[in-house]
């Protein structure tokens, strides 16, 4: 790691840069409403403004403030996010509001420290909004600031890990302590989320056009390809599951997703690791017969579906099961008939309304689904 010391001008050079040439027609960027910035932090997290700005116009449009966020139905808020994934951050969205309306009579707390004691809210995410909503000086610590900290320190080893965090974390701290009393704060917030997502970038950083290029420990030393560390890639695992599509009387069988869980709190198709165990609650339900029940009523295979999330890829086998029940059966423990012409209205995983959409050709959202 390097010895170098912070050198003077550091977070004012990237506040005048931001300020002439960073990023300033982001839609959350013309409020101070803590209620607006804290939504906006959340979603970026994990996920890129481009695909974020579409989400945050529709969202505020159906939960325009904390209230509303509240006391909406979970089944609301999930649809609403339905697509952006990592979807326990929907939830702990809800749950941060009602936390807010209820403790601390609606209004956000203003510091750093108290924020972060809310679901979803980590340091970093609490000291944007801080800075943004109401100028205070704390430093942040996302994914683009440790890339910049890391090959403007020559910092060696994976940021993931916690010691080579916490020294990012220290760098970051001694940049804001050497700054002038002054500093625009929102700026210089902006500015480093900004550096990193359009000049310091992972694979092709632009260094002409940093404004830490004099002394940056990356650049003297050529070494901005591989700073910061790259984790050690390990093999992705494999995941396989068999779904049920069963379909009567114009409904389809859904199950609510367990919190916590990759997809918890959306509605989900009914999931089975054999094809034994799938056709045994079919016939379970009554909507077919064990002898009969590939045959008569048809239960067709469909082409299987891949979907990667951050740690393992799923690979989805799905059976389609049209039930000649005159009625509907009584539905499972945490199940549900979804009407067929509700579907684009219930929120469900990106992948499964993509598979959906091929046998029932509903409109569905743009699928921005990474986890």
Known sequence: MSALTPQSGFAQRIVEWQQRSGRHDLPWQSTRDPYHIWLSEIMLQQTQASTVIPYY?????????????????????????????????????????????????GHFPQTAAALSQLPGIGPSTAAAIAAFAFDER?????????????????????????????????????????APAELNMSAYTQGQMDLGAQVCTRHKPNCTQCPLNTDCYARQHACQHTLPTPPVRRPVPERHCLMLILECQAHLL???????????????????????????????????????????????????????????????????????????????ADGTWIPIHELTNTGMPAPLKKLLNTLYAAPTETAHDDC
């Open 138 to 178: 704390q430093p942040i610590l996302d994914g683009n600031v440790k890339r910049v900290l890391a090959r403007y320190f020559g910092v060696q080893g994976d940021p993931s890990k916690r010691g080579i965090e916490q020294a990012l974390w220290r760098h970051a701290h001694t940049v804001l302590d050497a």
């Open 254 to 332: 859904l199950y609510r997703q367990p919190s916590p869980g990759i997809w918890g709190g959306l509605w989900g198709l009914p999931q089975f690791d054999t094809l034994d165990t799938l056709i045994a609650a079919c016939v379970q339900m009554g909507v077919a017969d064990r002898a009969t029940a590939i045959s008569t009523p048809p239960l067709l295979p469909l082409a299987g579906v891949t979907h990667g999330f951050t740690h393992f890829r799923l690979h989805i086998e799905p059976w389609w099961l049209r039930s000649q029940a005159r009625k509907l059966p009584p539905p499972p």
């Open 57 to 105: 116009l529709s969202f505020l449009q159906t939960f325009p403030n904390l209230n509303v966020l509240a006391d909406a139905k979970q089944d609301d808020v999930m649809h609403a996010w339905a697509g952006l994934g990592y979807y326990a951050r929907a939830r702990n969205l809800q749950r941060c509001a009602q936390i807010i309306m209820r403790d601390h009579a």
